[in-house]
């Protein structure tokens, strides 16, 4: 079977892993050539729902989904901020209205 049609991306791998309840999940580690595997598996289920692949040959890792878990092996997701600065100007105020927000904590 060609598993290239379930490969994501890392940043959807850690969504999807954010939302497993993993005292209901199993994980199976073991190499094979030049790559580690890692795959989550479903106790209750025994469904094979996903694996990370480290090729230590490529120093790249892929990532593959294929199946969900049932509602029950779910939690509720939590949000995750994501911030893109593209310039210098940009870095510096994000960091400044960090440590402004900071100085008015200790203010309270």
């Known amino acids: ?12 791998y850690k969504a999807f892993l954010g939302q497993l ?5 199993d994980h199976e ?3 094979l050539e ?23 040959k490529e120093q790249k890792e892929h ?20 911030i893109n600065l593209n310039t210098k100007e940009e870095v510096q105020g994000f960091f400044n209205a960090l440590s402004q927000l900071q100085k008015e904590e200790k203010n309270d």
């Open 1 to 12: 079977m060609d598993n290239n049609i379930y490969e994501v991306e890392r940043e959807d």
């Open 21 to 25: 309840n993993f005292s209901m999940m």
């Open 29 to 31: 580690e073991y190499s």
């Open 34 to 56: 030049d790559c580690e595997f890692v795959k989550i598996i479903s106790k209750k289920t025994g469904k094979h729902l996903c694996t990370r692949v480290a090729d230590n």
């Open 63 to 82: 990532y593959f989904i294929f199946e969900y878990p049932d509602s029950d092996e779910r939690i509720e997701p939590k949000p995750v901020w994501k």
